[in-house]
Protein backbone atom coordinates (compact mmCIF):
# COMPACT_ATOMS: atom_id res chain seq x y z
CA UNK A 1 0.00 0.00 0.00
CA UNK A 2 1.54 3.17 -1.08
CA UNK A 3 1.99 6.51 1.11
CA UNK A 4 -0.11 9.33 1.56
CA UNK A 5 0.99 12.45 -0.95
CA UNK A 6 3.21 14.57 1.22
CA UNK A 7 4.86 18.00 1.11
CA UNK A 8 7.70 18.34 -1.00
CA UNK A 9 7.46 22.51 -1.68
CA UNK A 10 6.04 24.82 0.99
CA UNK A 11 5.98 28.82 0.05
CA UNK A 12 4.81 29.93 3.41
CA UNK A 13 1.67 27.57 3.39
CA UNK A 14 0.35 30.21 0.57
CA UNK A 15 1.55 27.39 -2.03
CA UNK A 16 2.16 23.63 -1.09
CA UNK A 17 3.34 21.24 -4.17
CA UNK A 18 3.06 17.69 -2.88
CA UNK A 19 4.92 14.80 -3.55
CA UNK A 20 2.01 13.39 -6.12
CA UNK A 21 2.05 16.67 -8.51
CA UNK A 22 -1.02 18.27 -6.63
CA UNK A 23 -0.61 21.77 -5.75
CA UNK A 24 -2.50 23.85 -2.65
CA UNK A 25 -3.03 27.21 -2.83
CA UNK A 26 -4.69 29.10 0.11
CA UNK A 27 -7.62 31.38 -1.23
CA UNK A 28 -8.55 32.79 2.45
CA UNK A 29 -5.04 34.65 3.61
CA UNK A 30 -4.64 36.86 6.34
CA UNK A 31 -2.45 39.42 4.59
CA UNK A 32 -2.12 41.80 7.62
CA UNK A 33 -2.00 44.74 5.50
CA UNK A 34 -5.21 46.87 5.56
CA UNK A 35 -6.40 48.27 1.82
CA UNK A 36 -5.83 51.55 1.72
CA UNK A 37 -9.11 53.57 0.61
CA UNK A 38 -7.94 56.80 -1.57
CA UNK A 39 -10.70 58.88 -2.72
CA UNK A 40 -8.31 60.66 -5.56
CA UNK A 41 -8.10 57.05 -7.48
CA UNK A 42 -10.37 55.25 -8.75
CA UNK A 43 -10.38 51.71 -10.21
CA UNK A 44 -11.82 49.26 -12.19
CA UNK A 45 -11.09 44.82 -13.33
CA UNK A 46 -10.78 43.89 -16.86
CA UNK A 47 -10.33 40.91 -18.91
CA UNK A 48 -7.47 41.33 -20.86
CA UNK A 49 -7.00 37.84 -22.12
CA UNK A 50 -9.91 35.58 -22.98
CA UNK A 51 -8.57 32.37 -23.70
CA UNK A 52 -6.33 32.18 -20.57
CA UNK A 53 -8.95 34.00 -18.69
CA UNK A 54 -6.51 36.74 -17.25
CA UNK A 55 -7.58 40.49 -15.96
CA UNK A 56 -6.03 43.66 -15.54
CA UNK A 57 -7.07 46.39 -12.45
CA UNK A 58 -6.75 49.63 -14.01
CA UNK A 59 -6.36 52.52 -11.65
CA UNK A 60 -7.26 56.13 -12.84
CA UNK A 61 -6.45 59.47 -10.78
CA UNK A 62 -8.95 61.54 -10.33
CA UNK A 63 -7.12 64.82 -10.72
CA UNK A 64 -3.76 65.33 -12.81
CA UNK A 65 -2.22 67.90 -10.19
CA UNK A 66 0.79 65.49 -9.52
CA UNK A 67 1.72 64.27 -13.01
CA UNK A 68 5.10 64.91 -14.17
CA UNK A 69 4.12 65.38 -17.48
CA UNK A 70 3.40 68.93 -18.90
CA UNK A 71 -0.35 70.02 -18.40
CA UNK A 72 -1.33 69.79 -22.34
CA UNK A 73 -0.39 66.06 -22.28
CA UNK A 74 -2.73 63.50 -21.34
CA UNK A 75 -2.13 60.94 -18.74
CA UNK A 76 0.74 58.90 -19.17
CA UNK A 77 0.26 54.95 -18.70
CA UNK A 78 2.12 52.94 -16.15
CA UNK A 79 2.26 48.92 -16.52
CA UNK A 80 2.45 47.69 -13.28
CA UNK A 81 3.73 43.95 -12.77
CA UNK A 82 3.77 42.34 -9.59
CA UNK A 83 6.42 39.85 -7.47
CA UNK A 84 5.96 36.92 -5.80
CA UNK A 85 8.63 34.94 -7.23
CA UNK A 86 6.34 34.15 -10.37
CA UNK A 87 4.44 31.39 -7.79
CA UNK A 88 2.51 33.74 -5.65
CA UNK A 89 0.86 37.56 -6.20
CA UNK A 90 -2.11 39.01 -7.79
CA UNK A 91 -3.66 42.13 -9.07
CA UNK A 92 -5.75 41.97 -5.73
CA UNK A 93 -3.63 41.71 -3.35
CA UNK A 94 -3.32 44.21 -0.99
CA UNK A 95 0.09 45.07 -0.94
CA UNK A 96 -0.02 45.04 -4.71
CA UNK A 97 -3.49 47.25 -5.06
CA UNK A 98 -1.89 49.95 -2.38
CA UNK A 99 1.03 50.60 -4.54
CA UNK A 100 -1.06 51.07 -7.57
CA UNK A 101 -2.97 53.45 -5.85
CA UNK A 102 0.20 55.32 -4.72
CA UNK A 103 1.56 54.80 -8.56
CA UNK A 104 -1.86 56.20 -10.15
CA UNK A 105 -2.20 59.38 -6.79
CA UNK A 106 1.87 59.93 -6.71
CA UNK A 107 2.24 60.14 -10.44
CA UNK A 108 -1.07 61.24 -11.72
CA UNK A 109 -0.74 58.63 -14.78
CA UNK A 110 -3.50 55.35 -15.28
CA UNK A 111 -1.94 52.36 -13.57
CA UNK A 112 -2.63 49.01 -15.49
CA UNK A 113 -1.92 46.13 -13.19
CA UNK A 114 -1.98 42.55 -14.89
CA UNK A 115 -2.29 39.37 -13.19
CA UNK A 116 0.23 36.22 -14.90
CA UNK A 117 -0.05 32.52 -14.85
CA UNK A 118 1.38 31.25 -11.73
CA UNK A 119 4.36 28.55 -11.52
CA UNK A 120 4.64 25.51 -10.88
CA UNK A 121 1.18 25.22 -13.14
CA UNK A 122 2.71 27.28 -15.80
CA UNK A 123 6.29 27.63 -15.96
CA UNK A 124 8.90 30.45 -17.21
CA UNK A 125 8.30 31.73 -19.86
CA UNK A 126 4.46 31.81 -19.32
CA UNK A 127 4.66 34.36 -17.07
CA UNK A 128 7.06 36.37 -19.18
CA UNK A 129 4.29 35.84 -22.05
CA UNK A 130 0.89 36.94 -20.18
CA UNK A 131 2.98 40.47 -19.89
CA UNK A 132 3.73 40.49 -23.73
CA UNK A 133 -0.37 40.03 -23.92
CA UNK A 134 -1.19 42.51 -21.80
CA UNK A 135 0.88 45.22 -23.89
CA UNK A 136 -0.64 43.71 -26.32
CA UNK A 137 -4.18 44.39 -24.83
CA UNK A 138 -2.97 47.99 -24.53
CA UNK A 139 -2.05 48.08 -28.36
CA UNK A 140 -5.53 46.69 -29.36
CA UNK A 141 -6.61 49.67 -26.58
CA UNK A 142 -4.94 52.51 -28.68
CA UNK A 143 -5.74 50.92 -31.94
CA UNK A 144 -9.10 51.08 -31.27
CA UNK A 145 -10.12 54.14 -29.52
CA UNK A 146 -11.70 55.43 -32.48
CA UNK A 147 -13.80 52.56 -32.47
CA UNK A 148 -15.01 51.47 -29.07
CA UNK A 149 -12.00 51.12 -26.96
CA UNK A 150 -12.33 50.95 -23.02
CA UNK A 151 -13.69 54.66 -22.49
CA UNK A 152 -10.85 55.14 -19.45
CA UNK A 153 -8.52 54.90 -22.48
CA UNK A 154 -10.44 56.72 -24.42
CA UNK A 155 -9.19 60.47 -25.24
CA UNK A 156 -7.97 61.24 -21.75
CA UNK A 157 -4.27 58.94 -21.90
CA UNK A 158 -1.17 59.39 -23.85
CA UNK A 159 -0.33 55.61 -25.32
CA UNK A 160 3.04 57.09 -26.84
CA UNK A 161 4.29 57.59 -22.95
CA UNK A 162 3.97 53.91 -21.61
CA UNK A 163 6.70 53.37 -18.31
CA UNK A 164 6.48 49.99 -17.22
CA UNK A 165 7.25 49.19 -13.43
CA UNK A 166 7.96 45.51 -12.55
CA UNK A 167 8.41 45.18 -8.36
CA UNK A 168 11.02 41.55 -7.64
CA UNK A 169 10.08 38.88 -10.28
CA UNK A 170 8.09 41.22 -11.62
CA UNK A 171 11.28 43.55 -12.61
CA UNK A 172 12.63 40.37 -13.90
CA UNK A 173 9.69 40.25 -15.97
CA UNK A 174 10.37 43.97 -16.96
CA UNK A 175 13.32 43.41 -18.72
CA UNK A 176 12.44 40.69 -20.45
CA UNK A 177 9.46 42.83 -22.00
CA UNK A 178 12.53 45.39 -22.59
CA UNK A 179 14.55 42.61 -24.10
CA UNK A 180 11.73 41.88 -26.47
CA UNK A 181 10.88 44.95 -27.15
CA UNK A 182 14.00 46.13 -27.74
CA UNK A 183 14.87 43.72 -30.45
CA UNK A 184 11.92 44.37 -32.53
CA UNK A 185 10.48 40.94 -31.91
CA UNK A 186 7.00 42.24 -30.94
CA UNK A 187 5.88 45.88 -32.69
CA UNK A 188 4.06 47.78 -29.51
CA UNK A 189 3.33 50.47 -31.91
CA UNK A 190 1.65 53.07 -31.51
CA UNK A 191 1.96 52.29 -27.42
CA UNK A 192 5.60 53.34 -26.99
CA UNK A 193 7.67 52.04 -24.38
CA UNK A 194 9.56 55.15 -22.93
CA UNK A 195 11.32 53.29 -20.02
CA UNK A 196 11.38 50.50 -17.43
CA UNK A 197 11.72 50.68 -13.24
CA UNK A 198 13.15 47.26 -12.24
CA UNK A 199 12.35 47.81 -8.21
CA UNK A 200 14.49 45.08 -6.34
CA UNK A 201 14.73 42.92 -9.74
CA UNK A 202 14.43 38.62 -9.10
CA UNK A 203 17.61 37.55 -10.67
CA UNK A 204 19.28 34.43 -10.05
CA UNK A 205 22.84 32.40 -10.72
CA UNK A 206 24.50 29.79 -9.58
CA UNK A 207 27.32 31.40 -8.19
CA UNK A 208 26.21 32.99 -4.84
CA UNK A 209 26.42 36.71 -4.60
CA UNK A 210 27.74 38.01 -0.95
CA UNK A 211 24.93 39.76 -0.47
CA UNK A 212 22.73 36.17 -0.95
CA UNK A 213 24.77 34.80 1.87
CA UNK A 214 23.15 36.94 3.99
CA UNK A 215 22.21 37.98 6.25
CA UNK A 216 18.68 36.56 5.84
CA UNK A 217 15.86 39.72 5.80
CA UNK A 218 12.58 39.93 7.87
CA UNK A 219 9.97 38.19 5.25
CA UNK A 220 12.87 36.83 2.93
CA UNK A 221 15.78 34.68 3.23
CA UNK A 222 17.84 32.24 0.37
CA UNK A 223 16.05 29.04 0.97
CA UNK A 224 12.66 31.00 -0.21
CA UNK A 225 14.56 32.26 -3.09
CA UNK A 226 15.93 28.99 -3.91
CA UNK A 227 12.49 27.31 -3.90
CA UNK A 228 10.58 29.99 -6.21
CA UNK A 229 13.33 28.88 -9.04
CA UNK A 230 12.71 25.36 -8.36
CA UNK A 231 9.01 25.72 -8.91
CA UNK A 232 9.15 28.70 -11.40
CA UNK A 233 11.92 27.72 -13.76
CA UNK A 234 11.49 25.07 -17.00
CA UNK A 235 11.82 21.58 -15.88
CA UNK A 236 15.61 20.36 -15.93
CA UNK A 237 16.78 24.10 -15.69
CA UNK A 238 18.88 25.76 -13.47
CA UNK A 239 19.90 29.20 -12.17
CA UNK A 240 22.14 30.17 -14.86
CA UNK A 241 18.93 29.90 -17.34
CA UNK A 242 18.65 33.07 -19.61
CA UNK A 243 15.37 33.52 -17.71
CA UNK A 244 16.68 34.02 -14.35
CA UNK A 245 20.72 35.15 -15.28
CA UNK A 246 20.64 37.78 -17.68
CA UNK A 247 24.53 37.03 -17.94
CA UNK A 248 24.55 34.01 -17.55
CA UNK A 249 26.83 31.18 -19.33
CA UNK A 250 24.32 30.55 -21.80
CA UNK A 251 22.36 33.81 -21.80
CA UNK A 252 22.25 35.86 -25.40
CA UNK A 253 24.54 39.24 -25.74
CA UNK A 254 22.77 42.14 -25.15
CA UNK A 255 25.07 44.50 -26.41
CA UNK A 256 23.20 44.90 -30.00
CA UNK A 257 19.82 44.94 -28.09
CA UNK A 258 18.03 48.75 -28.47
CA UNK A 259 17.01 49.06 -24.90
CA UNK A 260 14.92 51.50 -23.94
CA UNK A 261 15.91 53.46 -20.72
CA UNK A 262 15.98 51.73 -17.45
CA UNK A 263 16.08 52.53 -13.80
CA UNK A 264 16.75 49.74 -10.79
CA UNK A 265 16.08 50.38 -7.10
CA UNK A 266 16.96 48.68 -4.86
CA UNK A 267 17.09 48.11 -0.95
CA UNK A 268 21.17 47.75 0.59
CA UNK A 269 19.40 45.31 2.82
CA UNK A 270 18.28 42.94 0.16
CA UNK A 271 19.73 39.46 -0.81
CA UNK A 272 19.30 40.47 -4.10
CA UNK A 273 21.17 44.02 -4.02
CA UNK A 274 24.09 42.47 -5.62
CA UNK A 275 22.52 41.03 -8.63
CA UNK A 276 20.62 44.17 -8.83
CA UNK A 277 23.55 46.37 -9.12
CA UNK A 278 25.21 44.25 -11.47
CA UNK A 279 22.84 44.19 -13.99
CA UNK A 280 22.98 47.91 -13.90
CA UNK A 281 26.91 47.82 -13.83
CA UNK A 282 26.60 45.54 -16.70
CA UNK A 283 24.32 46.76 -18.85
CA UNK A 284 26.02 50.56 -18.12
CA UNK A 285 29.52 49.07 -19.83
CA UNK A 286 27.52 47.94 -22.79
CA UNK A 287 26.56 51.69 -23.30
CA UNK A 288 22.88 51.23 -22.10
CA UNK A 289 20.89 54.10 -20.71
CA UNK A 290 20.63 52.66 -16.95
CA UNK A 291 20.44 54.20 -13.73
CA UNK A 292 20.76 52.07 -9.84
CA UNK A 293 20.04 53.71 -6.98
CA UNK A 294 19.99 51.61 -3.90
CA UNK A 295 18.20 52.82 -0.30
CA UNK A 296 20.96 51.89 2.55
CA UNK A 297 19.22 49.63 5.19
CA UNK A 298 15.99 48.74 3.38
CA UNK A 299 14.76 45.61 2.74
CA UNK A 300 13.18 43.93 -0.50
CA UNK A 301 10.10 45.21 -1.41
CA UNK A 302 10.15 48.25 0.90
CA UNK A 303 8.34 50.39 -1.52
CA UNK A 304 5.42 48.01 -2.64
CA UNK A 305 5.26 47.00 1.24
CA UNK A 306 4.99 50.40 2.47
CA UNK A 307 4.20 52.32 -0.19
CA UNK A 308 2.80 55.80 1.73
CA UNK A 309 5.95 55.55 3.90
CA UNK A 310 8.28 58.51 4.10
CA UNK A 311 10.65 56.67 2.19
CA UNK A 312 8.41 56.30 -0.71
CA UNK A 313 7.78 59.85 -1.30
CA UNK A 314 11.92 59.87 -2.24
CA UNK A 315 10.40 56.65 -4.74
CA UNK A 316 7.63 57.96 -6.36
CA UNK A 317 10.22 61.60 -6.51
CA UNK A 318 12.51 59.30 -8.58
CA UNK A 319 9.68 57.75 -10.69
CA UNK A 320 8.79 61.33 -11.65
CA UNK A 321 12.13 62.58 -12.69
CA UNK A 322 12.91 59.56 -14.29
CA UNK A 323 9.51 59.61 -16.31
CA UNK A 324 9.88 63.32 -16.89
CA UNK A 325 13.34 62.89 -18.54
CA UNK A 326 11.68 60.32 -20.51
CA UNK A 327 9.05 61.58 -21.56
CA UNK A 328 9.74 62.85 -25.66
Not at 90 to 100: E, G, I, K, L, T
Not at 125 to 141: E, F, N, T
Not at 214 to 234: H, K, Q, T
Not at 244 to 271: C, H, R, T
Amino acid sequence: MGSLPHIVEDCMGVLQLFSDGTIFRLKDINFNIPVVHDNSVIFKDCLYDEKLNLHLRMYKPTSTKSSPMPRNLHLPIIVYIHGGGFCVGSRVWPNCHNCCVRLASGLGALVIAPDYRLAPEHRLPAAIDDAVSAVRWLKGQALGVSTGGDAWLSGTVDFDRVYIVGDSSGGNIAHHLAVRFGSGSFEVYPVRVRGYVLLGPFFGGEVRTKSEEGPSEELLNLEILDRFWRLSMPIGENRDHPLANPFGPASPSLEKVALDPILVIAGGSELLKDRAEDYAKRLKELGKEIEYVQFEGKQHGFFTNDPFSEIAKEVIQLLKQFMLENCM
